[in-house]
């Protein structure tokens, strides 16, 4: 099965580019059908309040739920202090399977992180060229993954991209997509030393052709079954690792400022537990 799982849909409010105007659907969904690609991770374009618009993603997620998978777009700094009750409602209400975050707004903060430990969400991060953002993440929370888009890079920055591919050798917790990157040898490069394990395939559509995004990668041409991980094994294996649906709603959070509970959580906690200091996660197994 083919994932493309970098995709944005929805409306944004911005409106002086097309990345915070709209993203349409329609004409995704029949290039991508063209191309064989069966399911798709999406997130919303830049909004002013991503709360809102995570909630028009639910909601077009709803009614492809059999195409669409949603990721939960977070403002690390404008969010603050709410991204657990942000997250926890896509996760709960929509099954929302991860957490995008962009440079541009903020990177991501160990609130965000914190709550992708919780949730055992994947961090779709966009460092924007500042790949140097990833040491401090992949080293701070070994068992959070975390997806670069662009290979570091959609302004084609080379140096940005050869340090992400050496981020992907020395980090297991660190991949990076395929969307957008122009310069070929480098995914070939990524592949060589990283392996196919730490590769996924996206094509930032709607604005990019998902079938040629879909096209740098069949010419590669590896060997079926790396291909396939790729395509669509990879980002299965990350997402399914996500606490989703009513369980999800049961995780306990507590900061300094106070405490917002549910119920319970029957579920191991993820990784080793460790949080930020003054943040606990309590787990009633």
């Known amino acids: 099965m083919i994932i493309d799982c970098h995709c944005h849909v929805g409306e944004g409010d911005v409106m002086t580019a097309p990345w915070n105007t709209v993203a349409p659907l329609e004409p995704y969904l029949r290039r991508a059908q063209a191309a064989g690609i069966a399911r798709t991770i999406v997130f ?3 909004h002013s309040d991503y709360d809102q618009a995570n909630a028009l993603v639910g909601r077009i997620v709803a009614q492809h ?20 009750e942000m997250v926890k409602r896509c996760v709960t209400r929509w099954r929302f399977r991860g957490i995008k975050v962009h440079g541009y707004d ?9 709550v992708a430990r919780a949730f055992r969400l994947p961090v779709l991060v966009d460092v924007i060229g500042q790949p140097s953002v990833i040491e401090m993440l992949a080293s701070a929370y070994p068992d959070v ?5 662009h290979l570091g890079s959609f302004a084609d920055d ?30 070939v490069q990524a592949i060589q030393r990283a392996g196919p394990r730490k590769i996924l395939f996206g094509s930032d ?13 069949r010419l590669l041409g590896l060997p079926p079954d790396k291909e396939a991980l790729i395509l669509g094994g990879n980002a299965l294996r990350l997402i399914r690792q996500a606490i989703v649906g009513p369980d999800a709603g049961r995780v306990f959070w507590k900061t ?6 549910s119920d319970t959580l029957r579920a191991s906690p993820p990784g080793d537990g460790r949080l930020a200091p003054g943040v606990q996660l309590e787990y009633q197994l």
């Open 44 to 46: 919303s374009p830049f």
């Open 65 to 84: 739920p059999s195409r669409l998978i949603g990721f939960a777009f977070i403002h690390a700094i404008r969010d603050a202090d709410r991204i657990f």
């Open 106 to 114: 903020a990177m991501p903060t160990r609130e965000v992180c914190d």
């Open 145 to 149: 993954n975390f997806i670069v888009p």
């Open 158 to 187: 080379w140096r940005a991209q050869q340090q992400v591919v050496d981020q992907l050798v020395r980090y297991p917790n660190v991949y990076a997509d395929t969307a957008g990157v122009r310069r070929f040898d480098y995914i």
């Open 205 to 217: 559509g709607p604005w990019l052709h998902p079938g040629l995004e879909l096209h740098k990668v």
């Open 256 to 261: 300094p400022r106070g405490a917002r509970r």
